[in-house]
Nanobody
Framework: QVQLVESGGGLVQPGGSLRLSCAAS????????MEWYRQAPGKWRELVAS???????TYAESVKGRFTISIDNAKKMVYLQMNSLKPEDTAVYYC???????????????WGQGTQVTVSS
């Protein structure tokens, strides 16, 4: 059974940094793309960053230049380095894999349980 588990959230002051991690577990043949989403109270879930298995990243305009997504294919992990954090970055951050191939076939739309990031003084 494939699972995604996030870690690394917490409380940080404005201007600070956090590094989120997401680990994919289970018997996995391949993962093409991994993504980070976030959802603030009363708002829609939004895509923050995504990365392909060959390391090509894309970012939401609101985090460009501040966040960096990276992937470790061997460890089946994806990271989100968040710098220069702002109060508006406060949200629950979720890891997502749109497509994961296992020995049993392809499964879609895997989500982690989320990790809270709070930016406040």
């Amino acid at each position: 059974q494939v699972q995604l588990v996030e870690s690394g959230g917490g409380l940080v002051q404005p201007g600070g940094s956090l590094r989120l991690s997401c680990a994919a577990s289970g018997i996995i043949v391949s993962i093409n793309t991994m993504e980070w989403y976030r959802q603030a109270p009363g708002k829609w879930r939004e895509l923050v960053a995504s990365i392909t298995s060959d390391g090509f990243p894309t970012y939401a305009e609101s985090v460009k230049g501040r966040f960096t997504i990276s992937i470790d294919n061997a460890k089946k992990m994806v990271y989100l380095q968040m710098n220069s954090l702002k109060p508006e970055d406060t949200a629950v951050y979720y890891c997502n894999a749109p497509l994961i191939v296992t020995p049993e076939g392809a499964g879609t739309d895997y989500w982690g349980q989320g990790t809270q990031v709070t930016v406040s003084s």
